[in-house]
C-alpha cells in the first residue's frame, strides 16, 4: 500500500482567550503514507490532541489545509466531513467514549449501522470476538473493566474498516499491563487490516513501537524521525 | 439516518431509561385533556340535555301564528322528533259549582315533552311522581291552584270554551313551565285533537304556537342553516341558552373554567414535555458528538433525533388517549353518586384534541431542545466542555407560535388564552428577579446557619442559575395550584350565594292595594316573609321626546320588536321593543340587587322622574334627560330619565326595566306583586293563601329552582375534576425539574460523600436545600396567584377581586411540603448509591 494518505500544509490553529489570541499549533505541514504508524508525542498542551482532531476533520484549523483519503477536508462543511469520517476514519479516545445506554456489542454495531451495512451484528460480533470480548457482548460500558471498554473501543473503531485510525492516548487511562496488552491488540489489528495509524502519547515505549514519531513542542514540529527499528 | 436506525435508537434509549420522562410527561398531556375533554363533552352533553329539560326540547321554534308545514317536514326529513305545544289564555269553568277562572290552557300532541318529564299528583298541591303519559282526548290536567278556585277535584268535569272534559291528574310540574309570566294563570293541560271542538281559536286570539324539536346537534344544526331566512320575523329559533339567562351565565363560567382548567394542564404538560426533553438532549450530547467522529453529519442527527421524537410522540399519544379513556371512566364511577344516570355518548372531538395536544406537545416543546443536538461539536469527545450553541431564535419561535396556537385553538378563547400568557410571562420575569433576591439572602443567612443549612443554601446558591429556573417552574405549578382553588371557590360561592337557600320560589301577582296588608301579615305568618310589595301598572311608552315611539323605532332599525309576550318580568331577560306594553312601577327608594349605574336616584318630592335598566336604554338608544311617554289605561303622562341602573337579573326577586318615580303614576289602578320563599313541606299553605284571596295569581318557580341548583352542583364537581388535573401535571412538572438537575446533584453528592460527608448529613442538606427551594417557589407563587386572580376575576369572569390572606401562610408551607416529598423521593437513591459507583457513572 503506498501514496499519500494524510496531509497537512501550513496548518495554524488559534484560539481567542482573555489575553489575547494563544496559538495552538503554529505552521504544521506534514505527509503521511497509507499504512504508516505515525505516533505524535509531546508535553501536556503542546497541541497534540489539537493536530489529531484537525487532521481527523473534528476541528477546523484557523489557517491551512488539510487533506483526507484524497479530499480536501478543510474545504469541506461540517456534513461532507462526516462523510468522509464515516467513510475513511476510526477512532480510540484516551475515555473510551462508549455510549453508556447501549450494550458492547450495539456500541460496535453503530458505525455499521450509520453506514447502512446489511448485517450489522454479525460482523460487530465477530470484530468483539477479535477483542476477547465475545462472552460480554450483551455488557454495558459500566458493567465492564477500563480494559475492557478500551477493546470495545477498538473494536467499533476496526468495525467500519477505515483507512486512518486515529487513537488519543489509547493507554493512558490504563494501567501499566492491562495498556500494555491494549497497545498489542491495537497494533495487531492495525497490521492486520493495514490501516494507517496516527496515535497521540506522551508514553514513549508506546511511541517507540511507531515507525514515525512526531515531536511537538509548543505548537510546533520539534522533529520527524524515523523511530528506531 | 433510516427509519429502523432511529427506531432501534429510541428503543435502546427506552431500554436505558431514558426516555421514560418524557414519555411520561407526554403521557400525562395527553391523557389529562383528554380525560378533561371527554368528562367535559360528556358533562356538557348531560349538562345541556338537562338544562334542554327546561325547554322541553333540545331546540323550539316560537310563532304567533302556526309552525309552517314546510319546517315540519324539513325537520322530519333529518329525523329530528317533534312535537306541538299550543298555548292560549281561556276560561275553565265548572258547571256543577257556577265558578270559572282564567286558565293558561296548553294543548300537547303526542311526544311532548320531548325532554324532561310530567310530574302528575293525585290531590292537589301534593308531591308529585313522574308520568310518561299525557292527558288522552276528552281529558286534562289541572294546575293544583285551578282545584280551589274551580271547587272541583280529580274526576270531576269542567268546561273549556264549548267542549267539556274530565279532569284526570293533577299537574304538578312541567319541564318547560319557564320563568315566563305568560303563565300568571294556572295552567291547564289537554290534549291537542280536542282544541277544534273548545271553538276557542278564532282570528285575532291570543295564541302561541311551539314547534318543539329533538335530535342530534348536526341536524339541529342542518335545520336551522335550511330555515335561518325564513324564520325572521314571525317565528324565534330558541335554544337552552337564549331561553334561561341564568342558565346561561353558569355555563358560560363553568366552560370559561373548564378550559383555563386545560388550558393549565397543557401549559404544566408541555412544560414538563420541555424539561424532559432537555434533560434527555443534555445527556445525549456526548451521545451525539460519538456519533458523529462515527461518522454521523448534523442532518441525519437532526432528523434521527427528530425520528426518535415522532416514535416517542406516537407512542405516547396513542397511550395517553388510552389513559385519558382509562382515567374518564374512573371519574365518571367515582361521581357515579352525583352524575346524572347515564352520560351521554362523547363526540369525536376529545380525541382529536387529545392526539393534536400530544404531537404539538412534542414538536412545540420537545423539538427545540433536541435540535441543539445538531450543533454538538465532535470535539465534545475530547474536550467535553464544549456546548452547542444555542438553537435559534426561528426554532423557539416557532416553537412558540406552536405552543400558542395549541392553547388558542383548544381554549377557543383567545382573550382568556390572552390573558393567561401575559400574566405567565409578566409572572416569570418577576419571578425570576424575585428568585435571585431570595437566592442571595437564604446564601448571606446560610453563612450564619449550620452545616446543614450552610451546605443547602450553598448548593442553592452555586447553581443559582438552575435554581431561578427551578423557583420559576416550582412556582408556577403552586402559582396554577392556588389560582385553581381561588378562582374555583370565588366561582363556586358566586354561584351558590347566586341562588340562596331561602331564594324565593313563588311569586304572588295581582294583589289589589286594598289587600296588600292582609296578604303581607299571611305571607308574615306561614313562610316568614320579609319581602317587599312592589306596585305595578302596565303601559307603554308612546312618545320619545315627543317623537312618536313607532318612529323613534323606525330610526333603529336594527332594534326589531320581539314577537315574544313571555320575557318581562323577573327572570326572563327579554330583547327590548319600545312599543310593547311594559310593566311599570313606582317606588321611593333603589330596590335591592339594582345598582345605579349612570345619573343620580331621586330624593323625595322630584319631578315625573323614570330610572332605565341599562341594556334596555342602551337598545332603545335612550339616555339621562331624554322625555318619555307613558299611556297607562289611556292617560298619557311624562316623565324624565334621570337614571340607569344594572339589575341582577338571576337574583330572583321582581325586577323592572322601568321605575317612575312616587306621584308619577299617582291616581292609577295598581296593583301589587312580590316573592318569598316557601319551603316544600309547607306547600299546603298555597291553598291556604288562594282560598283566602281568591283574585291574587301565585308562581310557582320550586321546580326551576331545584333544577338550576343541580346543575350547579354538576358544575362545581367537574371544576374539582380539573384541579385535580392540573395538580397531577403540576407534579408532572416538579418531577422532570427535579429529574433535570439530577446529574449535577449526583456528581455533588458523590463528592461529598468521597470527602467524608456522612448520609444524614447529606439527605439533612438535600431535604434542607428542597424545603428552601419550596419555600421560595411558595412565596412567588403567591405573589403571582394574586395578581393573576386579580385580574382574572375582575376581566375573565367579572366577579368580585380581593386579597387572600389566607394562601399567604398555605403556598409556602404547600411549596415546601410538595417539593421537598417530591425532591426527596426522587434523590433519594443518590444518596444510598456508594460513592465510587456515583463517580464512575459520571
Redesign the interface.
Known sequence: MSGCILRARAVVKRVPTSEGDLTILDGIDLMVEAGAQVAVVGESGSGKTTLLSVLAGLDLPTSGDVWLDGEEITALDEEQRARVRARSVGFVFQSFQLIDSLTALENVMLPLELRGQRQPREDALGFLERVGLSARTTHYPLQLSGGEQQRVAIARAFASGPKVLFADEPTGNLDTATGGKIADLLFALNREAGTTLMLVTHDAALAGRCADVIALDAGRMQASREAAP | ??LS?AL?LAL??W??G?LRLLLAALLLAVGAVTAVSLFVDRLQRALVAESATLLGADRVIDASRAVPQRFRDLAEARGLALADVIRFPSMASSDATGRSQLASVKAVTTGYPLRGTLWVAGEPFARGRRTDGLPAPGEVWLDSRLFPALGVKVGDTVSVGYADFTVTAVLASEPDRGGGFMGFAPRLLMHAEDIPATRVIQPGSRIRYRLQLAGGDDALRSLHDAIRDELSPGYRWRDVRSANARIDSALDRAESFLLLGGLLTVLLAGVAVALSARRYARRHY??V????????????VQWGYTLVLLIIGVAGALAGLALGALAHFGIISALRGFLPVSLPLPGAQPVWVGLLTGFICVLAFGLPPLLRLRGV???R??RRDLAPGTASAWTYGCAAAGGLGLLVWYSGDATLTGWALAGAAVTVSVFAGLALILLRGGRALGMQAGSVWRLALAGLHRRHRENVGQIVVFGVAVMLLLIMVLVRTALVDEWQSRIPVRAPNQFVMNVAPGEVGAVEALLKAGTGYEGRMFPMIRGRITAVNGIAAARWQRQRPQRREQPDGERDGPGGRGRPGILRERNLTFLADLPKHNVVVDGQWWAAGAAPSASLEEEYAAALGLALGDSLTFDVGGLPFTATVTNTRRVAWDSLQPNFFIILSPGALDGQPATYMTSFHLPSERRAFLNELLSRHPTVSVIDVDQIITHLRRIIAHVAQAVELVLALVLCAGLLVLIASIQSSRDQRLKELALLRALGGTRRLITGALVAEFAALGAFAGVVAVVGAEITTFTLNRFVFELPASLHPQIWAVGPLFGILMVTAVGYLGTRRLVRTPPATAL??L
Open positions: 439516518m433510516t436506525l432501534r435502546r434509549d431500554r436505558a431514558e456526548d451521545h458528538a460519538v456519533l458523529k467522529t462515527l461518522g454521523a453529519t448534523p442532518a441525519e461539536s465532535p470535539m469527545v475530547i464512575r457513572e
